[in-house]
């Protein structure tokens, strides 16, 4: 935890943080194992049963997407401009592209501008 905490520091100085919605960063990385980290700051309204719903379509994309490794939930104490980060691993390009493409991947993105205020990715 206390790693993943140092590189997303790492990688948010680095990346330099620019202000503005559904912003994507991306470090360069092979195309072998790598790590997404979504950042969220949710909308004022939005309730923990929204929150839980969100996080059970990830969930479920773990056990139903072959390559999506494992998905961690962090709540970020020390973010000015950011709450929740969400962790997601793949084994390579071709298993996140599964995952976009996936019934679940877009139920998210239908979701995500209602109950998200806003958003970054990063990959690593």
């Not at 997303?8 to 919605?21: D, E, K, M, R, T």
């Not at 980290?37 to 309730?47: D, P, S």
């Not at 084994?91 to 991947?105: D, F, I, N, Q, V």
Request: net charge negative; proline share 4%; charged share 25%.
């Amino acid at each position: 935890m206390k790693t993943i905490a140092t590189i997303l520091w790492f990688s948010l100085s680095l990346l330099g943080v620019h202000q503005g919605h559904s912003q994507q960063q991306t470090v360069i990385h092979p195309d072998g194992p790598f790590t997404k980290m979504l950042l969220f700051k949710w909308n004022e309204q939005v309730t923990p049963e929204q929150k839980d719903h969100m996080t059970d379509l990830f969930e479920d994309l773990v056990k139903e997407v072959q390559g999506f490794d494992s998905f961690e939930i962090m709540e970020l104490t020390h973010s000015h401009r950011f709450e929740t980060a969400f962790v997601l691993k793949f084994s390579s390009g071709a298993a996140e592209k599964t995952y976009r493409e996936h019934p679940k991947h877009q139920q998210l993105g239908q979701l995500g501008p209602l109950l998200v205020k806003d958003f970054q990715e990063v990959k690593y």
